[in-house]
């Protein structure tokens, strides 16, 4: 049955700039406090939460792709996961998860969620100021097409457009965004912040 689908959704969460007037198109690793950030998953049946698992990842870094792939393969919910949602696609400032990757690697569809268009031109100019710029490009391009659906921008890998609705609605609680990714975000930002911050 539907509400028997579990879902795993990431979020992460870290301290924010050194200064808080800087700009997205002047970010870098040295305008952050720290150089790690939290990365939570919250995995769910339906919208009932049922576990997480927990990580670090590098601020600007290179391994939110591979720390996705081993929390799940590591993890006892691996078999049962029916789709991994994603906050986005950047993780702690512009670590970048490759979706089509974590697709081919764990055979789980991946759903990248956001409220809001992404502006790709602001920020491929950001990505000029954080090292291997092309490689982070490629990713972000390698994510595909954003599409409007469920009141939701997403980008998907793993599954059409029809399979990613019935996630997206199975999952969800109460708003837009499929509950294991509202709480993935609680948790990592009280473990970053020492209180739970707005989803």
Not at 79 to 108: H, M, P, R, Y
Not at 133 to 149: C, Q, T
Not at 159 to 185: D, F, V, W
Request: with cysteine; aromatic share 8%; net charge positive.
């Amino acid at each position: 049955m539907v509400k028997q689908w579990r879902f795993a959704g990431f979020d992460d969460s870290f301290s924010g700039f050194v200064d808080d007037e800087r700009s997205l198109k002047t970010v870098s690793l040295s305008s952050f406090k720290s150089e790690s950030a939290s990365l939570v998953g919250c995995i769910t049946a339906g919208t009932y939460v049922e576990g997480f698992v927990c990580g670090t990842i590098e601020v600007d870094g290179f391994d939110v792709t591979e720390k996705i792939i081993s929390m799940l393969d590591s993890s006892r919910f691996r078999e049962q996961v029916k789709c991994i949602f994603l906050s986005g696609i950047t993780f702690a400032g512009f670590n970048v998860a490759d979706i089509a990757e974590i697709n081919e690697k764990t055979s789980i569809p991946v759903i990248a969620v956001m409220k809001k268009m992404p502006d790709f031109e602001r920020i491929f100019r950001a990505l000029n100021n954080v090292s291997s710029p092309e490689i982070r490009r490629m990713s972000i391009k390698r994510a595909g097409k954003v599409k409007r659906l469920e009141n939701l921008y997403v980008q998907l890998a793993g599954c059409s457009r029809e399979e990613a609705g019935r996630y997206i609605r199975a999952s969800r609680l109460k708003g837009n965004t499929p509950e294991c990714l509202r709480i993935a975000h609680l948790v990592a930002s009280a473990i970053a912040h020492g209180e739970s911050r707005k989803a």
